[in-house]
């Protein structure tokens, strides 16, 4: 199983794949994404363009792959399996996306600085159904209505927050935004059990 | 005070800006806003381009006022003199914006399909933190921490389901979505109410 030749080239391959992306990263703080061509990537990754064709389709596709891995990172917070256990106790998955979004926190600004929001957070919402899909088939219990409700709205909340931090338009710590998420998602979950009565306020 | 000349000169006044703001939705559903020129949008107006600049100074200045138009409505639905109101009782505000999306749903909906999405939520944004500025030099009983992560979290949500509704991509009607946000509302507005104790579930 353990072939030291595949092994080298598995190596040698993800370098490359570093260095392109570590060079597109670099380029889209300087221009525009669309005008960024493969000559220049291939330039500033230090690779020949044959180099580049072995890995990637065009530029683009070096940009949908950071943007693939940074949604998958994110995601591997939460319990995939099971998500009804992260609303039940979300402090710890909020903490774990806390501590994701300090170590991608660059990337993630990189990509809305250069307009990549709206893709970017597509892609987030897309990995959120299939998570809830995934879900609601083995879990026929919830209402799947008032779920989906609950945890797209929660969710869009959340990237609103973290947004806000990412980019530095608030002085408030991630920490003290987590307890106070993970308050808010405490009392709103009651909604997800309809059978227990709560006295009105 | 009533001058029936200027009242007539209003009147003309207001009908050249809808040909302008009418010519302008039509031209987005055509080509990048970027692209689209004082001339042609002065043809398609039935205008010459001498009376375009007498009420814009470029074509970007006409989507800035129909996106500016549109954040006046969506928040006219709002109590701003106290957001606190809305927050202990939802369902009006809610039940009204909804309204407000039917009326205007057409002209969001050619926005957000232009990819005038991010400056558009930007101005949502300034101006719900506009209001909460207001609110909170007034309300020195609120935690203003607390209250502004509540309304900007819950504002990403809404505005969320929202969009999800305008463009399409769900099939629950908005009335549904209006008793579940009220439903959710009504539970996490306990954490403005740190005085209330509630049994955990």
Known sequence: MENPTMKKLDRRCKRTKQAITSAMLALVQEKPCASITVSELA???????????????????????IENE??????????REN???????????????????RREGER????INAGE?????????????????TFLKHNTSVDPVVFRFFTTFLGAGLRFIYVQVLMGRTDVPIERYNEMIAELIGYAKRMLHPAVQVPAL
Do not use: C
């Open 70 to 79: 940074l949604v998958d990172k994110i995601f591997s917070n939460l319990n």
């Open 117 to 133: 929001d709206t893709r970017f957070s597509q892609k987030l919402d897309q990995a959120l159904s299939d998570m809830l899909d």
């Open 43 to 65: 330039q500033r990754a230090d690779i020949n363009r044959k180099t580049f064709y072995k890995h990637y389709h065009d530029t683009m596709a070096v940009i949908d792959e």
């Open 108 to 111: 993630i600004r990189i990509l």
């Open 83 to 101: 998500v009804m256990l992260d609303i039940e106790d979300p402090y710890p998955f909020l903490r774990q996306i806390g501590e994701s979004m």
